[in-house]
């Protein structure tokens, strides 16, 4: 991710790191020019593609949550 990506006036960016070594695995932007069309929050992988957007906060980042799994 580039530097330039992170610090935009009209975006609000915050970067998910696993080790702060390494690039980011998810970064989470409040873009509220998209407020009226595609939702305020967007949630993107390390790639830079989209996983989700939303208007509610909570909502956008259950993309995050990892499914639970039943122990055989």
């Not at 530097?3 to 989470?28: C, H, K, N």
């Amino acid at each position: 991710v580039c530097s330039s990506d992170l610090f935009q006036p009209e975006v609000a960016s915050f970067a998910i790191f696993r080790r702060t070594a390494e690039v980011p695995l998810y970064r989470v932007e409040k873009r509220p020019k998209l407020r009226s069309r595609q939702g305020i929050y967007a949630i993107l992988g390390g790639e830079g593609q989209v996983l989700r957007r939303g208007h509610d906060l909570a909502a956008a980042l259950r993309v995050l949550e990892k499914p639970l799994r039943p122990i055989a």
